[in-house]
Every structure is written in structure tokens, then in C-alpha cells.
T-cell receptor, first 113, second 111 residues
């Protein structure tokens, strides 16, 4: 079993819909959770960073973490064609300052105009 | 963009040749990382650095070495490139808030 599981999609939704993207993980040592957006042939761009269970909101984006279920989500409200990209979840452990991130494989999202 | 540049941005080389990729940052961050991104595997950590001359291995370090002689530069070297090292390579830094930011990437093709 991979440490982080993420459905690769593609996920296709109409413009204006609410999008739900999800990851599950198996290692309970993960305590920091991130969502990145990556456009084709570009570097990943940090969207959301959280380290506690519950919700964190930033504009049209909401990140949700449920540590008891080892499940994280990213919700996008009022989705736009410009949101079409690959969304990567990532996580890391506390304490080891130099630890890199463990990524899901990414979900390819298509917003249809 | 966290002041990260990578060079070269594209490179085509032949099997068996040495290759060095450079990551340069302008904001004096202590931690720097090299990842590779491949279809079906996502992003995987190759090596990381926690200071000048302080480096360690990541998940997929075989065939790669790194060096950091200055805070701002982190070099990734493929001593003898193989076709399995064809990939997109990303450098990242971690800031004081534990957030990682990525560079634009280097697309490497080994023929």
C-alpha cells in the first residue's frame, strides 16, 4: 500500500460546480498537510497548508483534514476554467526539520466552460 | 515565486554522460530539496540539504549525488546518466513557516 493514495482522474465538472478532491494516507506520523496546483509544464504551486484537523478556508478553496480517518480533502467553490490543472496532495512529519514531502500522484481536474 | 531558479530548463544528453542541474535561491533559506516527477509515480524526493555542506538521501537517491557549497546553490549530479533518469526535476525550498515552494523544473531526456 502506498503511503498516500490519490485518484488520478481525470475529474471533469461544469464551470461553477463545487469540486471535491481527496487523499488518504496510511502513516499516522504525518501531521502537516498541503495541497499544490500544477499547470502543465510548470512547477507545483502551494495552495493550502494546514497542520490541524478541521477546515481551513482561503477564498474559494477549503482544505479539510480528518486525522482520525487519515483523510484530507480540498474543496473548490464556484469552479472556473482557470482551475483546470493537476492537484497534488502532500504531507510531512513533524520534528525532522529537513524531511521532504510525500506526495499523492495527483488528480487531473478539468473545468468545462 | 520564492526566488527559485533552475538551470538548464531543458537538456538532452546521452547515456553514460555526466549531468549537473543547478538550483539557485535568493532568499537564504536553510532547507533545499531535489525531487523528480514521473508519470504514474508523482513527485519523489531524491536528496535534500539542511545547510551548507549538509545533505542527506531521499527516497530515490541511487545514481544521484548533490553538493551545497553556498547557501544559495544546490547542485544535483547524475554521474553517468541512464534512460531511467529521464524525468522532470524540481528543486524546492522550505521557508520559516514549514511551507515548501518549488522552482520551474528542468526537463531532462537521456537518450
Amino acid at each position: 500500500q502506498k503511503e498516500v493514495e490519490q485518484d488520478p482522474g481525470p475529474l471533469s465538472v461544469p464551470e461553477g460546480a463545487i469540486v471535491s478532491l481527496n487523499c488518504t494516507y496510511s502513516n499516522s506520523a504525518f501531521q502537516y498537510f498541503m495541497w499544490y496546483r500544477q499547470y502543465s509544464r510548470k512547477g507545483p504551486e502551494l495552495l493550502m497548508y494546514t497542520y490541524s484537523s478541521g477546515n481551513k478556508e482561503d477564498g474559494r478553496f477549503t482544505a479539510q483534514v480528518d486525522k482520525s480517518s487519515k483523510y484530507i480533502s480540498l474543496f473548490i467553490r464556484d469552479s472556473q476554467p482557470s482551475d483546470s490543472a493537476t492537484y497534488l496532495c502532500a504531507m510531512s512529519r513533524p520534528g525532522g526539520g529537513a524531511d521532504g514531502l510525500t506526495f499523492g500522484k495527483g488528480t487531473h481536474l478539468i473545468i468545462q466552460p | 515565486d520564492a526566488g527559485i531558479t533552475q538551470s538548464p530548463r531543458h537538456k538532452v544528453t546521452e547515456t553514460g554522460t555526466p549531468v549537473t542541474l543547478r538550483c539557485h535561491q535568493t532568499e537564504n533559506h536553510r532547507y533545499m530539496y531535489w525531487y523528480r516527477q514521473d508519470p504514474g509515480h508523482g513527485l519523489r524526493l531524491i536528496h535534500y540539504s539542511y545547510g551548507v555542506k549538509d545533505t542527506d538521501k531521499g527516497e530515490v537517491s541511487d545514481g544521484y549525488s548533490v553538493s551545497r557549497s553556498k547557501t544559495e546553490d544546490f547542485l544535483l549530479t547524475l554521474e553517468s546518466a541512464t534512460s531511467s533518469q529521464t524525468s522532470v526535476y524540481f528543486c524546492a525550498i522550505k521557508d520559516l513557516y514549514n511551507e515548501q515552494f518549488f522552482g520551474p523544473g528542468t526537463r531532462l531526456t537521456v537518450l
